[in-house]
């Protein structure tokens, strides 16, 4: 998408990445959870931004060699457009130049858009967490892609 760029996000984001973030997802990540990753070590929450407005996010942790994929989610106006791929893609290449070995996340076992979406970039099912989502008991899916 023409004019879309990354940045990292600042504490005056997080109002248009909670609204993306309650939209996105039926147990959204709180304000004092977003405003936290704005200062761990290890913790990279990233916005894309197309004309001045945020879009979409990402939040990743690396950690020991390895991250792990928090959050990434793309305001529903703004989907299927390549947002989420742009941020996907950014991610993997910042890991590879910091020589991460491996990416991890977890994903809704209900979530197939979301499951064929990381297949597409190479992810792996590596199990299932039982009843991982406290809001529905819901599993999640264990997926990973190696970088090396």
């Known amino acids: ?3 879309l760029r990354l940045r990292p996000a600042r504490a005056q ?3 248009d990445i909670l609204e993306i973030e309650r939209v996105s997802f039926p147990s959204p990540w709180s304000t004092v959870h977003f405003y936290a ?3 761990k070590d290890y913790a990279h929450l990233w916005v894309a931004e197309l ?3 945020v879009v979409g996010y990402v939040c990743f942790w690396v950690i ?5 994929l928090a959050n990434i989610a793309v ?5 299927r457009k ?3 791929s742009f941020l996907l893609k950014t991610v993997l290449r910042f890991l590879k130049r910091r020589q991460v070995n491996r990416l991890l996340l977890e994903v809704r076992v209900s979530n197939k858009a979301a499951r064929k979406f990381y297949e597409k970039f190479g992810f ?4 299932l967490r039982r009843s991982y989502y406290q809001d529905t008991g819901e599993d999640a899916v264990l997926m990973s892609k190696e970088l090396g």
């Open 1 to 3: 998408m023409k004019g």
């Open 13 to 15: 984001d997080l109002k």
């Open 37 to 39: 990753e704005l200062y």
């Open 51 to 53: 004309d001045g407005k």
């Open 64 to 68: 020991a060699g390895e991250a792990h």
């Open 75 to 79: 305001h529903p106006s703004f989907r």
């Open 82 to 84: 390549g947002v989420g």
């Open 124 to 127: 792996r099912k590596d199990g």
